[in-house]
């Protein structure tokens, strides 16, 4: 009998990349979905859909028995919110609630992999810093301290665990840095403030394999997830102006000018009842110096490789646009 794993968030851009990597170990994959969730990206895969209460443990014990579910890998969460209680509620209080579900059926749960975010521990204090799994957690924003707050609790509960903190994620299907590309592809290159910066990202499928990876190895604990190495602030721009064969205005927005921008995003948001994309706090986690991170204790513990540097990826993200005319 094939090892199962339920995949929560399976309908979003990192959910996609895991439902692959997982295939491709031969797992037998359970897709954890919204009712309004659109699946027509997963239509050819061999996966079984759920359908999950989160606010009920039983309930969801009972499909984890029902189902046969070895390992979990939770990516479910929300990336914006209101208030920072509702941020807790999906991206801490799911969580909890899920591992709970998993502590109760016994020995036959095998492991759970959270995926949670280095925006958890916050940016390193200045440029000269590197972000460790030691590090004292800071977090800039709600949503960093909600995913510090699932950490903690996860940590309380009698089950195999893994905390992947991944840096910024990007790749097919994704709409956040995909905005970065687009803006430079249409030959603009902005910045907010002038200051220099220290970036990481990742590629989605080395955090997807990673994932998977880490159901079978015999440890435990938290691991920072990049590709490795640290980005200048322009090194993004300049990398996908290289690949596109395009020139782009590079501009710097006043930071004043920025943050009032925000003040009013955040303020409209609260009239529309609606998340704003870019607010006060939000600019802390963009302006940071330093997101640099170490992934040496991945890298021994977990097997972790990074198949894809920065301009890789790139490369196969921006092909994928392409082909799919959103670029």
Known sequence: MSESVLVTGASGFLGYHIILSALEKKLLVYAAIRKNSNVDHLKNFPVKYLFLDYNNVDELSKVLVENKIHFIIHVAGVTKALRQH???DINAVNSVNLAKAAEKIGTSFRKMVFISSLAAVGPAM??????TEQSNPRPVTAYGKSKLLA???LSKINIPLIILRPTAIYGPRDKDIFIMLKTVSRGFDPYMGKFLQQLSFVYAGDVSDVAVQALFVDKEGVYNISDGNSYKRYEFADITKKILNKKAVRFHIPMPLVKLLAYFLET?????NKPAV???EKLYELTASNWFCDISKARKDLNFNPKFSLTEGL?????WYQKNKLL
Do not use: Q
Not at 126 to 131: F, Y
Not at 268 to 272: D, G, N, P
């Open 151 to 153: 950490e903690i609790e």
């Open 268 to 272: 409209t948001s609260r009239w529309l």
């Open 126 to 131: 200045d440029l000269a810093g590197v972000i």
């Open 278 to 280: 870019i607010n006060r």
């Open 315 to 319: 490369k196969d993200s921006i092909a």
């Open 86 to 88: 509702h941020y807790n």
